[in-house]
């Protein structure tokens, strides 16, 4: 008999919703990870019998780690997915049957800074358009999944900030609640509070902290803060920013958006094209020498083309539509309305501590706060992408709601971002001026 996870508290973020609603996306992954107790419950529940010796386990876990997965069926989902949509374990044998990993989903356990915290996929379609109870309902289950995760501390220390003095718990508070602070709801056009993110971020690149410390750190963040929010609404007031007015209402005919130097957008849209890709890694590590060999050829080809960006756009996903990065430039920016869920997906980030340390592949903050203030723009990526998908030619709030999901696919799940190389990247996207261009260009 095993014995029942403890809880652990967790902090939640109190703006979000959340409620399964069935729609079985989840179930649809390319991997679902057992780990050996879920396999011992699902065998001692009697399921190898009950599945008529069909395979239920098969090997290679998410990444590369070692380990095993759930069997899919033909059409991609879920072994025990029934043609009634529901989860056969969950129905037969009780939901504590079911793989840790399915128990936690869309939930994702953060060891944060002073505590443990709740981030949660975006590409649930239920978190995405905020539909559900509030957190607090789930707060006892969230506290024994993070248990039986094993995640029952804080961060031993705080990420990084480049390659200066650490921070402490209290400087890294500050530095959260600065870009925080510009993302609630003020009455301010999203562009705009995004736009002081960007001045933020550019003040701090040049920031030497080594000598500025405790109070006056904090009290540095908030002079900062509000520093750059000044700006944002000055340009916003003085210069409506090209093709994008602040309102967020197309303005007809007008040039779109500020000069992005060639070698960033390069380096954008190689990040972009990363987000692109949901290649299945048991797939690939099976198909044979000669296939991968062809498939990174084909790949190498693809990324050379984002980082052109322009001309055909390679079908990166089976569902794409055959288009141009032209017509996708010209697709034009929605409405405020609509931008809500972007700015919850980021103010998410922040609040679970997501967005640098373990919990973003071990970028350090400035490295981590520059790839999550670049997530509006690959949002507005795949939100064109949509648009053309269907026909339209400005977005709506559907089509952002999708790039939404469509770019936390891959933003902080997928294992290519860990790479040396994709750190570096960002680092070179990390410079004054680089992300409030490119959010201006491609943001939504
Ligand atoms: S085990 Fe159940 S909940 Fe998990 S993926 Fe399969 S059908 Fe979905």
Known sequence: MERMAASVPIHLPVFQRFDCHSCTYCCRQPIVPVNEQDRRRIVAAGWPDRMAGQEIFVPGGAGRRQGYRLARREDGACIFLGDDNRCRLHAETGAETKPLACRLFPFVIVPGVGGVRLDLRMDCPSVAANKGRTLSVHAGLAGKLAAESGITRSLPGVPAWGAQRPITEREFAALVCAFESVLRPTGLPLRVRLAAGCHLLDLLYDARIDKIRDERFVELLELLANAAMEQAKES????????RKIDGAPEPGAVRGQPLPARSGHLFRQWLFLHAIL????????????????????????????????????????????????????????????????????????????????????????????????????????????????????????????????????????????RVSERWRVRGLARPGVPAAILQRYGP
Do not use: M
């Open 236 to 243: 916003a007031g003085t210069d409506t920013g090209g093709a």
């Open 279 to 418: 290649d299945d890694p048991e797939a690939v590590r099976s198909s044979g020498r000669l296939n991968r060999l062809a498939g990174h050829w084909r790949r190498y080809g693809q990324a050379r083309r984002f980082a052109a960006g322009t001309g055909v756009v390679p079908r990166i996903r089976p569902h794409w539509p055959d288009t141009t990065f032209e017509a996708i430039d010209a697709v034009e920016p929605a409405g405020e309305e609509a931008l809500e869920p972007v700015a919850r997906a980021l103010r998410l980030k922040l609040d679970a501590h997501a967005f640098a340390g373990p919990a973003y592949y071990g970028y350090d903050l400035l490295t981590g706060l520059t790839a999550l203030w670049l997530l509006p723009a690959v949002i507005g990526w795949f939100a064109r992408l949509a648009a053309i998908e269907r026909g339209g030619h400005a977005l709506s709030p559907d089509d952002v709601l999708t790039g939404v999901r469509q770019a936390h696919e891959t933003f902080s799940v997928s294992p290519v971002f860990a």
